[in-house]
């Protein structure tokens, strides 16, 4: 987006098949794996499988609104539309009624403003939002954003990779109840926004634009074998053995 | 999930409650009315240093400024942890182990339960908020899910305060999607940096910023990542 590629994983290594991305989703997922690794990973497969130029994991909160906890990139143009998307569009409508919903900035310009307009300024048209489903109720949407609708064998994996982060986010407890799911989600979006404020500060560190920062997190978080979480909150901490290794994640990368 | 109504009316009580009076002391009678205790303090992190700000009662502000001196007690692990700090029943052994000394003392004040949230956005602190009663048990889930909707709200309040601790009567509403942002809180972290300022200094600062110059938080967070307005030390 906005000339910063497609934020994925670079194009050297060829993109996992469908089977192998899931494979290695559904270990994370269920495998206690942080909600936000799990997010941020499912985000960067999801651009690597699709057609598409952008995704993002969007949970609600208790006030209804979404927030983005996983993203495929760290642009500004990524996270204003997805500001966007909070605010109007396919995402709420998703939440609300359970159902996948489709937004085409060429046709829906006048239903969703601010969105279109959005999408314009990136040079992209149509969003999908596909439910996150907690038994019936909607929790969350995944966003794809791109310059075309998907066709149906697109949309049926793209469901796949909603029910995914669904599932990496409920988890499959026998006693999970509404407060558990609330408590979950207040926790992964302060998580979220730690590491937004870790981009922010390994962005002005080593003079990076924020895609550059957040790559600069994962490849550091991959080799230190930390989750995204506890990387971003050891920066934002400023402590300094976790900046100094993302200086040496210079060179790697 | 609770639905959106809940919230609306939490952040609808919290701006009544402090509109043109002081926001600490408000965030507290909301606080104890939702979570039906009879006692709350809050701690603000100022300068990187906690101090009890405001307490519903003698004993509250008593009972907190002891947690701090000591060191111990659900306060002071919500404000390292960063998580909630729950202690359900204060004559449990589990209870005494986590904060010996203190726990002892709130005992022996009166004290049941005692519940403890943090008051923050992502790395930025801000405080924490603590809620005590006489009788021992946990939270109902309502209550427990009420506490981490006004722990965000009251973090944003607290933000929207003046210098005085003032809400300006018809000010600002307390909105969480803006100071949510992804764009806000990238360049909060890139503030924080250029500055060598605490997470929250660094948010306070642009927000003065978008104060002073009439325009939104999000077009100053916009054009601190592009490099276009640096803010000033």
Partial sequence: MSGSGNGGSGGASAALGVQETFREL??????????????????????????????AVMVSDAGGGLHAVGTSGSSTGLLELLRALDEEGPGRECVATGLSVVADARTDAERWPRLAAQLAREGLTVVHAFPLLSRSTGVGALSLVGDGPLDASAQNIAQAFADLAALALLRSDAEEDALAVARRLHRTVQARATLSQAV?????????????????????????????????????????PSIGALDLAAEEH | VVGEGRWRRIADLLQEAAAGSEVAPAVAEVVAQLLHVEHVSLVLVVGGLPVTTAGSSDLAVMLCERQLALGEGPAVEALRTGEPAQFDDLTAPESLERAPVFISEARAAGVGAMFAFPLRIGGAH????????????????????DALIVSTLASIALLHAEPDGTLAPGGERIDHATVLDGVVQVATGMVAEQLGVPMIE?????????????????????RIIDRELRLER
């Fill in chain 1, 26 to 55: 559904v270990r994370m997922a269920t495998r206690d794996g942080d909600p936000v690794d799990v997010f941020m990973l499912l985000s960067e497969r999801a651009i690597d499988l699709l057609p598409v130029a952008a995704c």
């Fill in chain 1, 200 to 240: 922010g500060m390994i962005a002005e560190r080593f003079d990076l634009d924020p895609d550059g920062a957040l790559r600069r997190i994962r490849v550091t978080a991959a080799t230190q074998r930390l989750t995204l979480s506890d990387l971003a909150t050891a920066i934002v901490r400023r402590e300094l």
């Fill in chain 2, 126 to 145: 801000v405080g924490v908020l603590t809620g005590h009663r006489a009788g021992a048990g946990p939270l109902s889930h309502e209550q427990h899910s």
């Fill in chain 2, 202 to 222: 660094a948010l306070v600062r642009m927000r003065a910023h978008a104060f002073a110059a009439d325009g939104r938080l999000e077009e100053v967070a916009r």
